[in-house]
């Protein structure tokens, strides 16, 4: 069974970043995204019922409350109009069109938007954009879930709400990302 989920994971994987480095633009993007997402599940979905068993994970006692999953939900909502915006960019040279006046002449400059986002690149592919969304989605779950409701400060300096405070920090975060894109820089969602 662990023998046959990893070889049917690795297949999937595989094409996963074969769809992403043979695609001249008219492949799906999406094809490569549920690849990948499909081998990494049968992976370890093959190792975890493998080794069940042997499986011990005792997760942190977690205080996971309906308002932590809403705040979750309105991240993971702006992550994914981020991530549409960005395929707005990969697929298409979006134009920026601002006016200026030098001594009373009005002047049209245009130019064209690109990747702002260090980590990607200015001119990512669309399985690199994928990766990098799917990978971040996990991640704020991850840590979000992990995260204590609260932390107490040492010589009685008070407490804070640790995933509540991160959930905000990123939902703001987000929430201004966004409306810069689609203000600023006039981007809609593509598919």
Known sequence: MLITSIVIGLIALLYAFWVDVHSDGDRSPTRACVALGVGLAVVLAGIVSAHAEDFTFDPPKSDWSTPDTWREGAFQGLWLIDALQT????????????????????????????????????????GAVN????????????????????????FGLGS?????????????????????????LKLGVGF
């Open 87 to 126: 395929h707005t960019i990969v697929k298409h040279e979006t134009p920026v069109i601002t006016y200026s006046t030098v001594g009373g002449t009005l002047y049209k400059t245009t130019s064209y938007n690109y990747e702002q986002n260090t980590i990607l690149g200015k001119d990512p592919t669309m």
């Open 160 to 184: 804070f709400s640790t995933r509540k405070d991160w959930q905000y920090v990123t939902i703001v975060n987000e929430g201004v990302t966004t409306l810069h894109n689609k203000f600023v």
């Open 131 to 154: 990766r990098f969304f799917i990978v971040g989605s996990a991640v704020h779950i991850g840590i979000s879930y992990l995260l204590p409701d609260t932390v107490t400060l040492p």
